[in-house]
């Protein structure tokens, strides 16, 4: 028996994969062998339902905080659109647009350290309304939220809450310096302990390693994430990144193909960046690992479009 099968064995034995484990892995990256692996753990350990999001950015821009991956942040000069809060006309169209074409979920995302007050209060009674008259779930990410702000989230029917780590530990102050990993951490922390689940994930091609990206992946399983939403950078001119180098396919495949065996049922979400990929590549990701997806316009960059997406589910074997 090889090392992947016996690892593929261990992981749909039950088994946990470990560091050492993974630099096994990562010898066989870009190979067919390790991508049929992960796709049978997705097969016999995920439902074959395509988990489908459509998020809509409830404050644009100002950001407070310096993440280098970001148009949003006040401290580069982007072409970002800039507003306080969403018209509420606009965020009920665009919620009863998903809601028609069969989209599951519906989040609401702002700009900034976090969203508090008379904002906060605003955006919560969106959602309820969105839930309550429209009958599409709802999620959000508002930032770095207290008890206090998450209970009132919660009570708006909101239970599902999302908080990216982005990156591994070890190169996240590389990228930002205004808030850290424990932080987001914390946040995550307390919106379980209310009840919330968690939706958490990141970004890849930023300059990390290939070590940094598994890195990454095992401080996720801190968060305990339902659904882990994987973003391929845009480079975004006027921020730090703008000249970054893309990764390859292989390079992604291998990352997606890896968190399988690392995650193995949890959602592996595609978010950000998958337009820079081939329709088969992306139908290649799919079949391996990834089975969900955040479909429709994204927040400062052009996302999927909703019927295409349904296409490339049922070829890759799921139900939408």
Known sequence: ?????????????????????????DSTAGTEELYTAAEEITRKMCPPVFDS???????????????????????FSTSCETYDIIDREECMREARHNHDKGVKRFSMVASGRALRGKALSTVCGMLKEIKEDIGISTCASLGLLGRE?????????????????????????KLCTTHTIEDKLETIRIAREIGFEICSGGIIGMG??????YEFAFTL????????????????????????????????L????????????????FAGG??????ETQLRAM??????????????????????????????????
């Open 1 to 25: 028996m090889n090392d992947i099968t016996r690892l593929k064995d261990k992981v749909l034995a039950g088994g946990v994969i470990t560091p050492e484990d993974v630099k096994i892995l």
């Open 53 to 75: 999001c459509s998020i809509v950015n409830a404050r644009s821009g100002h950001c407070s905080e310096n993440c280098k991956w970001c148009a949003q942040s006040a401290h």
């Open 149 to 173: 702000e998450l209970q009132e989230l919660w009570d708006a029917g909101v239970h599902r809450y999302h908080c990216n780590l982005e990156t591994a530990p070890s190169y996240f102050d």
């Open 208 to 213: 990390e390693t290939a070590a940094q990206r």
């Open 221 to 252: 399983r801190e968060a305990q994430p339902v659904s882990i939403p994987v973003n391929i950078l845009c480079p975004i001119p006027g921020t730090p990144l703008e000249n970054a180098k893309p990764l390859t396919d292989d390079e992604i």
């Open 254 to 269: 291998t990352t997606i193909a890896i968190f399988r065996f690392i995650h193995p049922a949890v959602q592996i979400r």
């Open 274 to 279: 998958r337009q820079k990929l081939s329709r």
């Open 287 to 320: 079949r391996i690992a990834v089975n969900g997806g955040i479909v429709g316009d994204l927040l400062t960059t052009v996302g999927s479009q909703i019927d295409e997406d349904k296409k490339l589910t049922s070829e890759a074997g799921y139900e939408f």
